[in-house]
């Protein structure tokens, strides 16, 4: 007998903390189902997003090599626009819109429209670039900039610049505005800097640098 009532108190405890607790237990249950469902489904809608922002951009890139190269009209160029327009709009704090901006750039440079040029830099500056892309943001930007007129403003903005990982193609960088500035002497020793910082064998760059010599004889 008091074996049967030892089993009948469990019984009865479980019950009790059954009523107590069970319906706590049950919310926490459905809240974790929630969360991992939750989860999954935003996993994929990234991974659906990260496609189709891919999609565009290769379309995008596509329509530029088209402008870009001469070989497109009017609807390449308008492609372009729009489709970089899209993923700056869809896809704001995404990698893949600020090199459509970057993209847009280039394409304004082409066709001449420089303020333009320079307000799809901006954007990029604006929105929070990686390294890399706030290197060649900037450097575009004082490319453009001496192609008004303000060399100086432009130099003053690479002059600016500090990273050791892209210390060559600043170094380039203020020899062409150095250059375009009148000062020929300063734009080969900034020349010459780069050379010694890349590494490498840079052709382009070491045509710059024959042609300072050449017309320095």
Known sequence: MSEMRTEEEQVQALKDWWKENGKSLLLGIAAALAIVVGWKAWQQNQ????????????????????????????????????????????????????????????????????????????????????????ILAKVRKARILAAQGKASEGLALVNSLNSPSFAAQISEAKGDLHLANGDRESARKAYEAAASESGQQRPLLQMKLDDLAVEDK
């Open 47 to 134: 991974q659906r997003n990260a496609e189709h922002a891919s999609a565009v951009y290769q379309n995008l890139v596509d329509a530029v090599v088209n402008v870009v190269s001469g070989e497109g009209d009017e609807g390449a160029l308008n492609t372009a626009r729009h489709l970089g327009s899209q993923l700056k709009t869809d896809f704001e704090g995404e990698a893949y819109a600020r090199f459509a901006a970057m993209l847009l750039a280039r394409v304004a440079v082409e066709k001449g429209e420089l303020d333009t040029a320079l307000a799809e830099l901006e954007w990029v500056l604006a929105h929070e670039p990686d390294e890399s892309q706030a």
